[in-house]
């Protein structure tokens, strides 16, 4: 007769190791317990919380009568420790990663409104002066402003993924602008490092 795979529970506060001997002495259904707490005491009296595998086999003779039951016990206090600490800190991180969300959805919403208008400002003033001086630093004003726009895009944007509300929009690229654009940012930044920075890139190369 063979023995049928052990049922699997976790111990119950209100019901002892000794009850499932009697449950498995009873049935002669094998029974297993993942993770049961127990307490132990040290030498010097102070008590510690571990956690052990307990299984539960009934014992046949060789008649294949039940004459009694046997147990086998491991003790896992580190793989559930392990797992509390491992659950623990991914309730961390996706709090993190809410509160990170939230603070960039508001500060996102915040900034848009102003950078609006100092956008319609500066259009304003490029269209009432002539002074090429002038222009220059406005028009240069213009780019930076269009710039912190689409980096509070961007961050609205990983707001919504973090919500899965983002509506993807499939559109060509010009990959030649874009590595234009991404050299035409450091360029200041190395010219006043002494840096020369140069590059050939192939003209409206679409993606």
Do not use: W
């Not at 809410?98 to 304003?124: C, G, N, Y």
């Not at 602008?177 to 050939?200: A, R, T, Y």
């Amino acid at each position: 007769m063979e023995t049928p795979p052990p049922k699997k529970y976790k111990k119950k506060k209100n019901k002892s190791f000794e009850n499932f001997i009697d449950d498995v002495y009873k049935t002669g259904a094998p029974v297993s317990i993942h993770g049961a707490p127990y307490i132990t005491m040290n030498s010097d009296g102070s008590t510690k919380k571990r956690f052990v595998d307990v299984h539960y086999y009934p014992y046949l003779n060789e008649h294949h009568e039940q004459v009694g039951v046997f147990t086998i016990g491991q003790d896992v206090t580190e793989e559930i420790i392990g797992h509390q600490r491992i659950e623990a800190l991914a309730k961390n991180l996706q709090d993190a990663v809410i509160a990170r969300d939230h603070f960039m959805a508001v500060a996102s919403h915040e900034l848009k409104t102003p950078l609006t208008s100092m956008k319609l400002t500066t259009q304003l003033q490029l269209r009432r002066n002539s002074d090429p001086e002038l222009v220059k630093y406005l028009s240069q004003s213009l780019k930076q402003i269009d710039r912190l726009t689409r980096l509070v895009d961007d961050m609205l944007d990983l707001s919504r993924i973090g919500k899965s509300k983002l509506d993807m929009k499939l559109s060509r690229v010009n990959l030649s602008q874009l590595i234009f654009d991404s050299f035409e940012k450091l360029i200041p930044q190395l010219s006043d490092m002494g840096n020369v920075v140069s590059f050939d890139v192939e003209k409206d190369v679409f993606l």
